[in-house]
């Protein structure tokens, strides 16, 4: 039986030209790229290599990029690593007099230049805003900074799963050191602006270094008035209280970097996390862009590898991979986008046309160009995923990253809709294999298990449905479900 693969935004078959790259570093030119010998020095010129590759296509500078094991470190490292950062300064900041050590209290000339002061009487936490449909990767850091020493705001993205520029920019405050908003969703499909919000984190920071070179000036003119117009948080903002470099902009471009420009200077971000396994390379390996002069704190440390931001002897055939892999998928993006947008456009047509109470979630045309996420009402996602995979079609429920969990998609809920409707999302993602053949055999086995699994299922949704009809079906793991004035959670329901 012929599979059909349906699943490219969970994972990529290597391209042979990829794996034809990677060859000779398995065994030929198997050095350690910190080796001062023959084999060592190989290593360094094909890591040296790599590295140039990636940042002459992101418009970057070698020692911007720090190789990973792939898309969840780097954003965990662009999390953690700013905040680590953040929290470092706070600590030099926090010590009263009764309590200091032998060093005594500390004074402005222990701080950086810019460095955020926090911890003072008024207790103002730093401060992140990503949106409530991010990566998990990105999203849990965020959900334990929240319980710990940070504010982290949560922006809604609105039922066509865009996020509003402007809601950034009232989210923004003194205290806000790192914004994180993905580029091209993982489940949706949805592309966000992230160069508008660039624009909108720069002008912020502008705004903040004005204010700063005002309170220095001895003929005391001011902008404050003007910039607090645009920014009433920063009616209050000083030097004793937060520094000018932040916040700092971070983007998750997993999903993206096969389709999409990837220039870090087009696009305004100061972090950005790029996966080799989306792109037809390995899986375990990846990347963190970070501008120079933004300040993070190592999450693994040793020998000091990556510029000392990351430790680790080098996957040298793995690095060497990602760099051939984003070369070829930045190289052909166009002619790939150009080729996948008609079959896009005509597997949501059909589905729609052939199956009824189909939702299509997200923006109709502002999405990836391979990807499809429909709710399929009043059926499991799980069990035609499994009837499906009998049929020789391999596709997902929400994101791969999260299928051993219960839990109906966060990014579908995140979008305002029902329970039912994020349990029964379906996400169909294609690649370069795919052809309209392909497509034509899933329709002649889609609409027949649906009318099957409709037949046997007790679930009845409204299509206008704004709530759920049968809550306690739906609280999966770690989930609480509030409706009709009750709280169901899972230990409560298995007792």
């Not at 003007?226 to 030097?239: G, I, R, V």
């Not at 996966?275 to 999450?299: D, E, T």
Request: aromatic share 8%; charged share 25%.
């Amino acid at each position: 039986m012929k599979r059909i693969y349906l699943d490219y935004a969970a994972t990529t078959p290597v391209d042979p030209r990829v794996a034809k790259a990677m060859e000779p570093f398995w065994n030929e030119n198997f050095g350690n790229a910190g080796g001062l010998y023959e084999e060592g020095r190989r290593a360094k010129e094909a890591l040296t290599k790599s590295r140039e590759t990636i940042t002459k296509l992101i418009g970057a500078k070698p020692d911007e990029i720090i190789f990973t094991s792939g898309g969840t470190e780097s954003d965990n490292l662009a999390v953690f690593g700013v905040a680590n950062a953040a929290l470092q300064v706070v600590a030099r900041a926090v010590v009263s007099p009764s309590s200091k050590s032998d060093f005594g209290t500390p004074k402005k000339s222990d701080f950086f230049p810019g460095d955020l002061v926090v911890g003072q009487p008024s207790g103002v936490k730093p401060h992140i805003i990503i949106t409530k449909f991010e990566h998990h990767a990105v999203l849990t850091p965020c959900e334990q900074l929240a319980k710990e020493d940070f504010d982290v705001t949560f922006l809604d993205v609105g039922e066509n799963g865009i996020v509003d520029p402007e809601d950034v920019r009232k989210a923004l405050r003194p205290e806000t050191v790192l914004v994180s908003i993905m580029y091209a969703n993982n489940e949706i499909g949805t592309i966000q602006p992230i160069a508008e919000v660039g624009k909108v984190v720069k002008d912020f920071r502008m705004a903040k270094e004005q204010i700063l070179k005002d309170l220095a000036s001895p003929t005391g003119v001011s902008t404050r008035n003007f910039s607090a117009e645009k920014y009433p948080c920063l009616s209050k903002f000083d030097t004793e209280t937060f520094g000018k470099q932040y916040p700092y902009f971070h983007t998750d471009a997993c999903q993206a970097a096969g389709y999409l420009d990837l220039n870090v200077n087009n696009l305004g971000v100061d972090l950005m996390t790029v996966n080799a396994s989306k792109i037809y390379g390995p899986k375990g390996v990846g990347f963190l862009y970070k501008r120079s002069g933004v300040k993070i704190k190592p999450q693994i440390i040793g020998g000091g590898q990556e510029m000392r931001m990351r430790s680790g002897t080098e996957n040298i055939p793995l690095i060497v991979g990602l760099a051939k892999a984003f070369e070829l998928a930045q190289a052909e993006k166009d002619s790939e986008t150009a080729r996948l947008v008609p079959l896009r456009d005509y597997f949501i047509s059909e589905v729609m046309k052939r199956i009824p109470k189909v939702v299509l979630n997200g923006h109709t045309t502002k999405r990836l160009p391979n990807n499809i996420n429909v709710s399929i009402l009043d059926i499991e996602g799980e069990a035609l995923v499994l009837y499906l995979d009998s049929k020789g079609i391999s596709f997902s429920t929400g994101s791969a990253c999260t299928s051993e969990s219960l839990d109906p998609s966060h990014v579908i809920l995140a979008l305002g809709k029902p329970y039912e409707f994020a349990h029964s999302s379906m996400r169909f993602t294609l690649g370069r294999s795919t052809t309209k053949t392909d497509i034509d055999y899933v329709m002649g086995e889609l609409p027949k298990t649906v009318e099957w699994l409709r037949i046997v299922s007790p679930i009845s949704v409204d299509m206008n449905a704004s709530g759920m009809s049968h809550p306690e079906a739906f609280a999966g793991e770690n989930l609480r479900v509030k409706a009709k004035s009750k709280s169901y959670k899972p230990d409560v329901l298995l007792k």
